[in-house]
């Protein structure tokens, strides 16, 4: 007497996976395949927007510091030209009087001019400095902008990928796709900026 039914299970296990394939299950691993690979580039990304603008970040408060010390200087540029004018406005009352001013008075003003050359000089140096910071800085943050604008195309390209898994529509995919790839691309061209 027979114990039951034979079913042959290899063949229904066969035609379960069949289905899930016709189903999309090939489709549903390319999506996910793709969308782990827009995520790892997103987050790449992500830290290189992090980093280049942490840099131009520093590179600004250094050049606002050159900037500080650069207005310092040309106080003190100033503060020597006025000890210079009174020297030299010290001299008219003798010349006034037809007498001849005191020598030390001639040599305290042209000290001031010698002291203001080599101020204006460092003042200079300071500028010269802070410019080229401030240009360094302002290419860095032109960086961050081409790695910021990667990171928004590749998460809007990773929610089209989810959109295209839960609807299983092959163009959604596609536009995921060329999403993705146009975020490949800025975050490239940043790459090789930076």
């Known amino acids: 007497m027979p114990e039951g039914p034979e ?6 296990h066969e035609a379960i996976h069949e289905e899930i394939e016709k189903e999309g299950g090939t489709f549903l691993k390319q999506i996910a395949l793709t969308t782990a690979l827009l995520a790892a580039l997103a987050a790449i990304a ?9 840099e131009a970040l520093v590179l600004k408060t250094e050049a606002t510091r050159l900037q500080a010390q650069a207005s310092d200087q040309w106080a003190y540029y100033q503060a020597k030209g006025i000890k210079a004018a009174v020297a030299h406005a010290s001299e008219a009352p003798y010349k006034a009087a037809r007498q001849e001013p005191p020598a030390e008075l001639e040599r305290a003003a042209a000290q001031y001019a010698s002291e203001q050359a080599a101020i ?45 898994a839960l609807t299983r ?16 691309v800025l975050f490239v061209m940043s790459l090789l900026k930076g």
């Open 7 to 12: 079913i042959e299970t290899e063949k229904l």
């Open 46 to 54: 992500a830290l290189r927007a992090g980093d280049t603008v942490n």
């Open 120 to 164: 204006k000089a460092e003042a200079g140096k300071f500028e010269r400095e802070r410019d080229d910071k401030a240009k360094e800085a302002d290419a860095l943050l032109e960086t961050h902008h081409g790695f910021a604008s990667a990171v928004a195309l590749f998460q809007v390209a990773i929610a089209l990928g989810a959109v295209a």
């Open 169 to 184: 529509q092959r163009l959604v995919w596609i536009g995921s796709m060329l999403l993705g790839i146009a975020g490949t």
